[in-house]
């Protein structure tokens, strides 16, 4: 079943007709007592068998504990969220994904014709029945016969992630959903091309993905980073032909809608494609002098992962990187100085500060402005710590465990991560639906009040993060 006919299912085929319930009546610390022990967030407060309000784990929290209240002496009609948000058995999923939306709430119950109570989804729930929506596209783009059913497909990719921004889906489910979709493309194209025009290519060699791409950070103007490593001991005519499917990949992957890399950091140009032992040299040669240029594609390569071929080849590198710089404080503090040097757009008294003139007048970067700091700054604490697996997710839960973050302060700095990484998603989304090419800015003017206590908030763990890399790695030494 496809996306778009999930969407436009019946509520009543898919929500939980188990509902633990209440009366307005009942003791609330007995409401509580059920929520724990049956493992759940929320009982829906009926009067017989019409739904009249709802208590959730929010409610307790925010309702009684932070305001120091008897719970012995409450009811749950005394905290209850009424009127209750509901929507018929014959409703759409889609219009129970909207009223959630609009709303800005998790669950809404399901109701007969009657108005009695039958059931309950939650946003969970539609999640995991859109993510069939995924494993769709994913059997559509293995059953991709060209390069134009491919671009098709890209566009899907970027509507569902336009459909599902807003409902509640973690960002960082989505973000992952996004990598893990144009990883499939991306595969097909080069199975494609294989079979079609390179049947005699060698299987010596890795197609590798580096930066955002390499880490699973994508969203939706994530642009081509990406290089080639073959074996040493190809034939002259094997590394020619190896050349010529380059050209051809990343050609047809700017034809799918993949925007080229500014730099030129894709493996259609020579720099990005070299044998294993030529790779290691330079590999050796970024390392032996920081200049910012080397810092650059030094930190673009330790976020390589393998998309396709030689596993051992991708193996043969990695461990080379984090060899080489567990112990180089000196080129690790390099790197923390170009970290420290993207200040956050912070002014006096924490105002946010916009650009001025230009295209983006009146916008903020919010890669400039923190996603980058974030990702670098613990990427340069990983290879410190000699970690280098996964993403900036994974390498934050490292970092506790390495003791360089205590848990509360990856705690905080993911929150801030996510948030940006949501505002940024959130823009782009908007620009989408604009028809307007997404970028990583955003107006400021555009997010409420509260929406921009919590953006200066992430700004200001930045600023704690840099804090905390300037003293790690003594940048006042620095000129």
């Not at 107006?443 to 700004?459: I, K, S, T, V």
């Given at each position: ?21 209440c009366a307005p009546g009942d003791r609330l610390v007995d409401v509580a007592a059920t929520m724990s022990e049956r493992n759940i967030s929320s009982v829906v407060v009926c009067k017989g068998d019409t739904p009249a ?339 900036t997710w994974e390498r934050l839960q490292s970092l506790v465990t390495a003791g360089t973050f205590t848990a509360k302060e990856a705690e905080d700095l993911e929150e801030s991560f996510n948030f940006l990484v949501l ?57």
């Open positions: 079943m496809t996306e778009e006919n999930i969407m436009f299912q019946p509520v009543g085929t898919f929500c939980q007709r188990q509902v633990v319930t309000g709802i208590v959730t784990d929010r409610d307790l929290r925010n309702k009684v504990v932070a305001r120091g209240a008897d719970c012995h002496a409450m009811t749950a009609g005394m905290i209850m969220n009424a009127p209750l948000i509901t929507v018929g058995e014959d409703d759409s999923i889609f219009e129970a994904l909207h009223r959630m939306s609009r709303r800005g709430i998790h669950r809404v119950c399901v109701v007969d014709g009657a108005g009695r109570l039958t059931g309950i989804i939650t946003d969970s729930d539609i999640l995991r029945l859109q993510s069939r929506s995924p494993q769709q596209m994913v059997r559509e783009i293995e059953e991709a016969c060209s390069v134009a059913d491919l671009e098709k497909l890209h566009v899907r990719v970027q509507n569902l992630v336009v459909h599902l921004a807003g409902t509640g889906v973690p960002t960082r489910d989505l973000v992952r959903m996004i990598a893990h979709l144009n990883d499939q493309i991306l595969v097909r194209l080069i199975t494609l091309l294989r079979r079609e025009r390179y049947p005699d290519l060698t299987d010596r060699f890795a197609f590798i993905v580096l930066g955002s791409e390499g880490r699973q950070e994508q969203t939706l103007t994530t642009d081509q980073d990406n290089a080639i490593v073959y074996a040493d001991d190809l034939s002259e005519s094997d590394v020619r032909r190896l050349e010529a499917f380059s050209l051809d990949l990343i050609d047809n992957l700017v034809a799918i809608g993949v925007p080229p890399c500014p730099g030129g950091i894709m493996a259609r140009n020579e720099a990005w494609r070299r044998s294993l032992s030529q790779w290691r040299a330079v590999l050796d040669q970024w390392l032996s002098a920081p200049t910012p240029e080397n810092i650059l594609n030094t930190s673009m390569f330790m976020d390589m992962r393998l998309i396709d071929g030689d596993h051992s080849l991708e193996q043969a590198l990695k461990p080379h990187i984090v060899g080489r710089l567990a112990g180089d404080t000196a080129y690790l503090a390099h790197m923390g100085a170009n970290v420290v040097r993207f200040t956050p757009p912070l002014g006096m008294f924490g105002r946010i500060k916009v650009e001025r003139s230009g295209d983006h007048r009146g916008l903020v970067d919010l890669k400039r402005a923190g996603i980058f700091a974030i990702t670098e700054g613990v990427k340069i604490l990983a290879l410190e710590a000699g970690l280098l697996r996964g993403g505002l940024r998603l959130r823009g782009q989304v908007e620009a989408i639906r604009q028809g307007l090419t997404p970028t990583n800015h955003i107006p400021l003017d555009h997010l409420n009040r509260m929406e921009q206590g919590r953006l200066r908030l992430a700004f200001e763990e930045v600023r704690t993060l840099q804090a905390f890399m300037a003293r790690r790695f003594r940048l006042d030494l620095f000129t």
